[in-house]
């Protein structure tokens, strides 16, 4: 962990708290490794003769997964999504499972989204659209996020899956959203009360015309607001109001665009934890090491 952190290397921390090791068991698919699983499950897949909390799990049938997720959530070890997600033993790596998306903190597997920044162009400066959770959703509700943002459901590509979001969440058309520039990925392992997040997000920018203005159509944003990307960078910098994740993907923005200075020793920190996390357990770690 870094020391004395900074007002935005302070999100990095937040977002790379896992530390599987010391309270979780390893899992695996087909002997490989591909996640801890929380203790709430020890007794359950130990009964389904799957290993032991000493030695590990082990499910040699990774097309049994799903089958598995759907028991452990009538069985209320979860709450389910009823949304499928592709299962993989680390980033980069193919899909070989699926499970509900609500699973995954339980089993601690990567887990993938998309987040995109709406910006526009204004004779004042460059602004950010922002979106207010709703207050009944399930996770940070209230909180401020993207204009879109959302996992990316099973058999779907990074492309895909924002163009999904994007018509759910803000109402925009295909033929816009085919304008979004990809501006690379972004991963962080931390531990939540759903469980242990392995995310990795993919980031996008898109640049929205000034007279677009956005209308949730799935009833999961509260409101809209067009904002300078200065108070974005304040608000970032000064509280906690995005949701967790989202601070990241912003500081990214900022960086990008030299609000914050990316040869400054802050700028070359945050980077790195951008690319490959603070934590161990962060999607890609494993392949680095044995590089």
Same mark, same amino acid.
């Given at each position: 962990?870094? =020391?004395?952190?900074s007002?935005?290397?302070?999100?990095?921390?937040? #977002?790379?708290?896992? $530390?599987?090791?010391?309270?979780?068991?390893?899992?695996?698919?087909?002997?490989?490794?591909?996640?801890?699983?929380?203790?709430?499950? /020890?007794?359950?897949?130990? %009964?389904?003769?799957?290993?032991?909390? +000493?030695?590990?799990?082990?499910?040699?049938?990774?097309?049994?997964?799903?089958?598995? *997720?759907? %028991?452990?959530?009538?069985?209320g /070890?979860?709450?389910?999504?009823?949304?499928?997600?592709? @299962?993989?033993?680390?980033?980069? #790596?193919?899909?070989i499972?699926?499970?509900?998306? !609500? +699973?995954?903190?339980?089993?601690?597997?990567?887990?993938?989204?998309?987040?995109? $920044?709406?910006?526009?162009?204004?004779?004042?400066?460059?602004?950010?659209?922002?979106?207010?959770?709703?207050?009944?959703?399930?996770?940070?509700?209230?909180?401020?996020?993207?204009?879109?943002?959302?996992?990316?459901?099973? !058999?779907?590509?990074?492309?895909?899956?924002?163009?999904?979001?994007?018509?759910? &969440? +803000? =109402?925009?058309?295909?033929?816009?959203?085919?304008?979004? %520039?990809?501006?690379?990925?972004? @991963?962080?392992?931390?531990?939540?009360?759903?469980?242990?997040?392995?995310d990795?997000?993919? #980031?996008?920018?898109?640049?929205?015309?000034?007279?677009?203005?956005?209308?949730?159509?799935?009833?999961?944003?509260?409101? /809209?607001?067009?904002?300078?990307? &200065?108070?974005?960078?304040?608000?970032?910098?000064?509280?906690?109001? /995005?949701?967790?994740?989202? $601070?990241?993907?912003?500081?990214?923005?900022?960086?990008?665009?030299?609000?914050?200075d990316?040869? =400054?020793?802050? *700028?070359? %920190?945050l980077?790195?934890?951008? $690319?490959?996390?603070?934590?161990? +357990?962060s999607?890609?770690?494993?392949?680095?090491?044995?590089?």
């Amino acid at each position: 962990m870094l =020391s004395n952190p900074s007002p935005f290397l302070r999100h990095l921390q937040q #977002c790379n708290t896992a $530390n599987p090791a010391a309270t979780r068991a390893p899992f695996r698919l087909a002997g490989v490794a591909a996640g801890w699983i929380t203790p709430a499950l /020890f007794s359950r897949l130990t %009964q389904a003769g799957l290993g032991s909390a +000493a030695d590990g799990f082990n499910l040699p049938d990774p097309a049994a997964l799903e089958q598995l *997720g759907e %028991q452990l959530a009538a069985e209320g /070890f979860y709450t389910s999504h009823h949304e499928l997600f592709d @299962v993989a033993t680390d980033v980069d #790596c193919p899909a070989i499972a699926r499970i509900d998306r !609500g +699973a995954l903190p339980l089993f601690g597997l990567v887990a993938a989204g998309v987040h995109m $920044n709406g910006l526009v162009r204004t004779d004042s400066g460059l602004h950010l659209w922002t979106g207010r959770r709703a207050a009944n959703k399930r996770l940070d509700p209230a909180k401020l996020d993207h204009l879109v943002a959302g996992g990316i459901p099973a !058999g779907h590509t990074p492309d895909e899956a924002l163009t999904k979001e994007a018509a759910e &969440e +803000a =109402s925009i058309t295909p033929a816009l959203i085919a304008s979004a %520039q990809g501006t690379g990925r972004i @991963v962080y392992a931390l531990d939540r009360p759903e469980g242990l997040r392995r995310d990795v997000l993919y #980031c996008y920018d898109l640049y929205l015309p000034t007279d677009f203005t956005p209308v949730a159509a799935d009833g999961e944003v509260e409101s /809209f607001t067009l904002m300078p990307i &200065e108070e974005a960078l304040r608000i970032v910098r000064d509280t906690d109001e /995005f949701k967790f994740n989202v $601070n990241l993907v912003l500081i990214d923005l900022f960086l990008r665009h030299g609000l914050i200075d990316p040869a =400054s020793s802050e *700028g070359k %920190q945050l980077r790195a934890g951008l $690319n490959h996390g603070l934590s161990s +357990a962060s999607p890609g770690h494993k392949a680095r090491t044995e590089a």
